[in-house]
């Protein structure tokens, strides 16, 4: 019985002796040559997925990714404002529950259009650090607007704007 799931395998290259090897004609030792430059490949990725972690292959990819772009690719798509917002004009992605301006990049799937800004601006983000704005409008991707933080920062902030929250209401009361 088929399962859906199963992917197909490719039968392996069978290596010829080396009388056939003599017997072949050029075009047939190029194709020769391919086969086992595709053999080669095969091992190596097959290595280097084994050697890493889920972590490392996100981030080899996403430094992957970043790399792609310059700024020359990304203003297409960016429209300055008087305020000193770039508001991003192309794809927009949820995730967690927030629309993200999003970049296309082809194999590699995509990237947060303001992750790859930011990289661009402050160069590669320290560890355990992800890209925040400091600015309240959706879809605003402009460099001074973005920052590297990390969880405890975040978690910083919102205590003490829950905080002023709650002086303030007593103030009003």
Not at 3 to 25: C, D, G, I
Not at 94 to 104: D, E, I, K, T, Y
């Amino acid at each position: 019985m088929h399962n859906s799931r199963q992917v197909a395998r490719k039968k392996k290259y069978k290596r010829p002796t080396r009388e056939q090897l003599k017997a072949m004609t050029p075009e047939e030792r190029l194709e020769h040559k391919r086969a086992l430059d595709r053999e080669r490949q095969q091992r190596m990725w097959k290595r280097r997925m084994e050697s890493s972690t889920v972590a490392e292959r996100r981030a080899a990819r996403k430094e992957a990714v970043t790399r792609a772009f310059t700024w020359k690719r990304l203003l297409p798509y960016i429209e300055r404002q008087e305020s000193g917002c770039w508001l991003w004009t192309g794809a927009f992605k949820l995730a967690n529950g927030v629309l993200r301006p999003w970049v296309q990049a082809g194999a590699f799937g995509g990237v947060r259009a303001d992750y790859v800004v930011c990289c661009l601006h402050r160069g590669r983000p320290p560890p355990y650090c992800f890209v925040a704005s400091t600015c309240a409008t959706l879809g605003c991707i402009a460099p001074e607007h973005t920052v590297w933080s990390n969880q405890a920062v975040e978690t910083a902030k919102r205590r003490r704007a829950h905080e002023q929250g709650e002086e303030l209401a007593r103030r009003v009361e």
